[in-house]
């Protein structure tokens, strides 16, 4: 699901699937674990979307499926008018130029035995956008953007505190200039102190270079900051889609309902009900009949657990997964 196709989308991504198969020992027969199960959306330029979703519900594999860093099992990406499954791994290296990834773990991120100037200056090299002679200065400018200085060139990761190792990594997304970037969970392994400052620097780039984003959180505070529209995932698929104002003032799916429950409102003279979900996200190899949302929905009926939801449009391209508005 997601909103109409306009001229102005960077991104489209139909029927994706990512399906794994696990054994529990040798002896057992394999499972299947459905952890992408055929989503659909939009990314335009300058765009940023936010993605989220309990943890488990398929965010980060969607994430690296979209830029074949795992290979997804179905379904058709077409980034910038390229099929980016079909892409061979020439036309694949080139399109990695142009979409990149920040990691949630600026620690293990980071290769611990290069200097940032290789780290950020590696994929420069490797996509020939910089000659050797250049890297130095090349490298310089691109740690300028992310708020480091040239005192990091000859620097190892562990010389860095967490945010500024998250920087690093910024910066080796940046170096290849690329117009596509998967943000997964880039605030979660840092100080809260950090995170402000970390979400701040994003924005500034995002605004100053045009870059659209993939921003995958369970930070809804940070997301509603950051996104200008917003995809909730439940147990492998999108279940709501829209601006983020509609989504945060209006949600329309039970789920968004809850999840925006449980963020703590700042005056304590207004009071909002919290609602617990039962139980957690289900086992993605044992998915529910129909609504899979309906074991833990608190306004399930008759229908919910025999049929899936049709898709409807709210309002303006706010789209939702759910009998009630269907
Ligand atoms: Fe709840 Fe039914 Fe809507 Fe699913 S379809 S979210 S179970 S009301």
Redesign the pocket.
């Known amino acids: 699901m997601d909103r109409k196709q306009t001229n102005n989308d960077l991104l489209t991504v139909k029927g994706l699937t990512k399906y794994f198969e696990t054994r529990a020992g040798f002896l057992e027969k394999p499972t299947l674990v459905r952890a992408v199960d055929g989503v659909d959306l939009k990314v335009g330029h300058k765009d940023v979307l936010g993605l989220v979703g309990e943890s488990g519900c398929g965010k980060s594999t969607m994430g690296r499926s979209i830029l074949r860093l795992i290979e997804p099992t179905d379904g058709e990406i077409i980034f910038d008018s390229e099929d980016v499954m079909k892409a061979d791994s020439r036309k694949l290296r080139s399109l990695k130029r142009r979409m990149q990834i920040i990691f949630q773990d600026p620690f293990s991120s980071l290769n611990p035995r290069k200097r940032v100037i290789d780290t950020v200056g590696e994929p420069l090299i490797i996509h020939e956008i910089a000659k050797r002679r250049d890297l130095r200065d090349r490298v310089v400018s691109i740690l300028e953007k992310v708020g480091l200085s040239s005192d990091s060139l000859y620097r190892y990761p562990h010389e860095f505190s967490g945010g500024q190792r998250q920087r690093i990594g910024i910066a080796r997304a940046l170096a290849v200039e690329p117009v596509f970037i998967v943000a997964d969970e880039p605030l979660s392994a840092l100080d809260v102190s950090i995170q402000a400052q970390i979400i701040n620097l994003l924005q500034d780039l995002q605004r100053s270079l045009g870059i659209s984003f993939l921003f995958i959180s369970h930070d809804l505070k940070v997301v509603r900051y950051f996104s200008e529209r917003v995809a909730v995932m439940y147990l492998g698929i999108i ?1 709501e889609t829209g601006l983020t104002e509609d989504i945060f003032t209006n949600p329309k ?3 968004t309902e809850a999840l925006l429950s449980a963020i703590p409102i700042p005056d304590p003279s207004t009071k909002r009900k919290r609602i617990i979900l039962p139980g957690d996200v289900p086992n993605p190899s044992q998915i529910p009949s ?5 074991p833990r ?5 008759d ?3 025999k049929f899936r ?1 049709k898709t409807t449009d709210i309002k303006g391209g706010h789209l939702v ?5 269907g």
């Not at 929905?297 to 009926?301: A, K, N, V």
């Not at 997964?321 to 508005?325: D, S």
């Open positions: 279940v799916h039970p789920y129909g609504c899979r949302f309906h929905c608190p306004y399930r009926f229908p919910c657990d939801p997964e759910c009998h009630l508005r």
